[in-house]
């Protein structure tokens, strides 16, 4: 089992900036890979950035050059900073984690971007 606990949402004007942190606790050292993802009202849930079970780093087209994922020493603790925020990355954005091919899930976030 692993628990995920996210925080940093909030309201901003575009162009602005907010950064999200996710940490994760239980069996944290079997984590395969970790990312953030997103859910706008009335769309799926897409992926924002992740790391790769091989630790490499992957970004949704739209956010890249804007958003950067990090993460922590220890690594069971991820960041999202997301520079030069738009009305459309207004969504509920989730941490994941997965452990074994089992998705696991954050309670999620609100960002909303006001233009």
């Known amino acids: 089992q692993v628990q995920l606990v996210e925080s940093g949402g909030g309201l901003v004007q575009a162009g602005g900036s907010l950064r999200l942190s996710c940490a994760a606790s239980?069996?944290?050292?079997?984590?395969?890979?970790m990312g953030w993802y997103r859910q706008a009202p009335g769309k799926q849930r897409e992926l924002v950035a992740g790391?790769?079970?091989?630790?490499?780093?992957a970004y949704a087209d739209s956010v890249k050059g804007r958003f950067t994922i990090s993460r922590g020493d220890a690594k069971n603790t991820v960041y999202l900073q997301m520079n030069s925020l738009k009305p459309e990355d207004t969504a509920v954005y989730y941490c994941?984690?997965?452990?074994?091919?089992?998705?696991?899930w954050g309670q999620g976030t609100q960002v909303t971007v006001s233009s």
């Open positions: 790391f790769t079970s091989g630790g490499n780093t």
């Open positions: 239980g069996s944290a050292f079997m984590i395969n890979a």
């Open positions: 994941n984690a997965v452990v074994v091919q089992k998705n696991y």
